[in-house]
């Protein structure tokens, strides 16, 4: 039940009806009404307005803060140049055969083996350059330990002698030796190499194994070890064309020569005075030229022009290159030395810088949503060292800067050529604007969100 002095609900609200209507009675509202609906108006439109505010303030600290998406990064790779492709030049002789130590980075594994050939690999008269061989065994039993270790004194006799004449009527070179002449080892090989004497050869041959059948016996024996079954010899000067070799073997003799230092030394002699010989001057008159510092000419006649040479090629590499060579059956002397010249020219020229980029050249831009914009360059020029028209492989490395301001460097663009590799730096060239208030006021969705503006 209700208590007694409490009016029900239904009486109250009643008796606040009648109070309404005698206030609202006749046609004019009570002016203490129209104060009271005044103040509760002012009193709503206050509340509203501190809650529009407090959502706006929220909105634009949070618009003005809030992180924005990044500029977007498009890369644009420069395009790989191509080397211009070597034009080596080639032989018209019967065979010739090219070995390039130092450069299988370059030309590929191999290199150092034959790295080029023409013409047949078959057995062809050597000529003179059998005395390479001739020299070799001499020193393979009679050793000199240095390029400048004289050896044991050679003296020669009557039957030594008259070989001057035995080869002066077969038209072979030749030099003075008088009858009890009487030298050292060194310079005694000096006067069968250098101006190519035959009589020496045969007469040095003989002294050191005491007759021709023993010199050839050992001379068989040397070829067999080193594996040279391409090879014959059938006298220790090479007049007799039934002295043979391939192209593949000489390369290998011409090796073994060149690493013999006396051997070495003499064969890059262009003229020397022996006591008792003269004065010498050497038959390969390229020594000297393109770079070749030996080994040893031979010709039996028209269409029998050979050379076996070596060569130190300075290509631009990080070391000279070491290029052996042979040429058999030369038209002349004359037509073999201009092509061996062309042929390690044209090997020279092969090897070149390659331009890959130049300062300023586009490679990419940067933009942002609220259109500011910026290119990427490279910033400086490049060029690679290569061979030929070897692949030149492009990589680009591009990272995501704190800044985005003109010269701010962003990334790196590499080339790869062989062994070489080249990197320029890649930066900006112009600057990204921030976003003005008025955008981030007005985008909305390109921003982070209210958690990210917290972070």
């Not at 590929?108 to 050939?117: C, P, R, V």
């Not at 045969?202 to 070890?225: P, V, Y």
């Not at 040279?228 to 003799?253: C, F, K, M, Q, W």
């Amino acid at each position: 039940m209700t208590a007694p002095d409490q009016p029900v609900d239904g009486l109250s609200d009643f008796a606040e009806l009648m109070a309404h209507e005698q206030e609202f009675s006749g046609d004019r509202i009570d002016p203490a009404v129209r104060r009271r609906r005044r103040r509760r108006g002012l009193i709503i439109t206050a509340v509203c307005l501190v809650a529009l505010l407090a959502v706006t303030g929220g909105y634009v600290g949070w618009a003005l803060t809030a992180p924005v998406n990044p500029p977007a990064v498009t890369t644009r790779a420069p395009q790989v140049p191509v080397g211009a492709a070597a034009a080596i030049a080639t032989h018209t002789a019967a065979a010739s055969a090219i070995s390039i130590a130092g450069a299988d980075a370059y030309l590929g594994e191999g290199a150092s083996g034959t790295w080029s050939a023409t013409g047949t690999g078959e057995p062809l008269p050597i000529a003179s350059i059998t005395k390479l061989i001739t020299a070799l065994v001499i020193l393979d039993a009679a050793p000199l330990t240095s390029a400048d270790d004289a050896g044991p004194t050679i003296t020669f006799g009557k039957a030594d002698h008259d070989l001057y004449d035995v080869y002066y009527v077969q038209g072979a070179t030749i030099a003075p030796m008088p009858t009890g002449t009487s030298m050292s080892l060194h310079d005694a090989l000096a006067v069968m190499l250098i101006p190519s004497a035959s009589n020496y050869a045969e007469a040095l041959s003989s002294q050191i194994f005491g007759s021709q059948n023993a010199f050839l016996a050992a001379t068989r024996d040397w070829l067999a070890a080193h594996g040279l079954s391409g090879t014959t010899v059938a006298e220790p000067t090479g007049i007799s064309p039934r002295n043979t070799s391939t192209p593949a073997d000489l390369l290998a003799i011409a090796k073994l020569a060149a690493a013999h230092p006396a051997i070495a030394k003499i064969v890059a002699t262009s003229s020397v005075s022996i006591p008792g010989a003269g004065p010498l001057h050497n038959t390969n008159d390229l020594l000297g030229t393109a770079g070749i510092t030996g080994l040893k000419t031979g010709n039996l006649g028209e269409g029998t022009h050979n050379l076996l040479y070596t060569a130190t090629l300075d290509v631009g590499a990080a070391d000279p290159l070491a290029v052996t060579g042979v040429v058999l059956g030369g038209s002349s002397h004359a037509a073999v030395n201009a092509t061996v010249i062309a042929v390690l020219e044209s090997i020279r020229s092969g090897f070149h810088q390659v331009p890959v980029a130049t300062e300023g050249q586009e490679v990419g831009s940067i933009s942002t949503p609220w259109g500011s914009a910026a290119k990427m360059v490279i910033a400086e020029s490049a060029s690679i060292f290569t061979w030929s028209d070897t692949p030149i492989e492009l990589t680009m490395d591009i990272d995501t800067p704190p800044t985005y301001r003109d010269g701010t460097v962003v990334g790196s663009v590499t080339w790869t050529a062989g062994p070489n590799t080249v990197t320029a730096p890649v930066e900006i060239a112009g600057s990204i604007d921030q976003p003005t208030e008025w955008w981030r006021l007005t985008h909305p969705s390109e921003l982070g969100s209210l958690m990210d503006a917290g972070d």
